[in-house]
């Protein structure tokens, strides 16, 4: 499922508990409700809610730290891409066939990450296919360097191009990352009960239910950000594609 219907699910389920406790607490017997019982009961919210503050605060810390370290890459990638480029031409006019083959390696590669129909999913799984990499390391290996300024600047090319390619696999691996299910299971179990409990006490009008309704949608809003900043390179909110858009602007010069 995708982070928006989680998010959605999430809000629905939530809501309908906290209405779930107002239907109860009319229904529930006078001595279960007495003065001790109603603090025992509000003691035992305060600790779950202390635990979900906690649980998902960590987790949407851990999300924005994988969007981060996924933004790094994105522009270590296209400092080194450039710096690949700038080597080649230091080569001499030789490598135009290859510099253009980069330039249209890295076009392909924000046409499939961030594609102009906003309809459009990224497809990681063409990159994952991609022998573009392999290609053109293939194709710097079969230069004939005739100076030693040139053996260097080929043996430079060879190891930068060698980075972008454990760049680009550090980049898939950490695409594929997901929150284990049974903590999404957990967090939505914590929350149900929370929200149930701030049903049972509540009074019952449009004031409150109002204001259960924002407190829900807040919760929901926090596990999409969650779930959204996890995976950096789908969805709604992704890392910005501006590094390689400045990278094009030195490719080929």
């Not at 076009?107 to 990159?127: K, M, Q």
């Not at 600047?153 to 454990?166: D, F, P, R, T, Y």
Request: net charge neutral; aromatic share 8%.
């Amino acid at each position: 499922m995708s982070s928006l219907t989680i998010a959605v699910f999430t809000f629905c389920c939530v809501f309908a508990c906290a209405l779930l406790g107002m239907f109860l607490g009319k229904r529930v017997p006078e001595e279960h409700l007495d003065k001790d019982s109603k603090e025992a009961i509000k003691m035992a919210a305060g600790l779950i809610a202390t635990i979900v503050a906690i649980v998902l605060g960590m987790l949407v810390s851990s999300a924005k730290s994988s969007f981060d370290e996924m933004s790094g890459e994105i522009t270590q990638v296209s400092a080194k891409v450039i710096q690949l480029d700038q080597v080649l031409a230091h080569y001499g006019p030789e490598t135009k066939d290859i510099r253009d083959a980069l330039r249209g390696t890295v076009v392909a590669v924000v046409r499939t990450i961030w594609p102009e129909d906003v309809n459009s999913h990224a497809n990681l799984a063409a990159i994952e296919k991609s022998n573009a990499g392999a290609e053109l390391q293939i194709a710097m290996r079969k230069l004939d360097p005739k100076t030693d300024a040139q053996r260097e600047l080929k043996s430079q090319a060879a190891q930068i191009s060698g980075e972008l390619m454990n760049f680009r696999w550090m980049m898939i691996e950490q695409s594929h990352k997901s929150l284990p299910r049974m903590v999404l299971v957990t967090l939505a179990f914590w929350l149900a009960m929370l929200f149930i409990s701030f049903g049972l006490f509540a009074g019952r009008n449009a004031t409150v239910v109002t204001a259960l309704c924002i407190c829900a949608l807040s919760v929901s809003v926090a596990v999409f950000l969650m779930l959204e900043l996890n995976n950096p390179l789908t969805g709604m909110i992704k890392v910005s594609a501006d590094p390689f858009y400045k990278a094009l602007e030195f490719i080929g010069k």
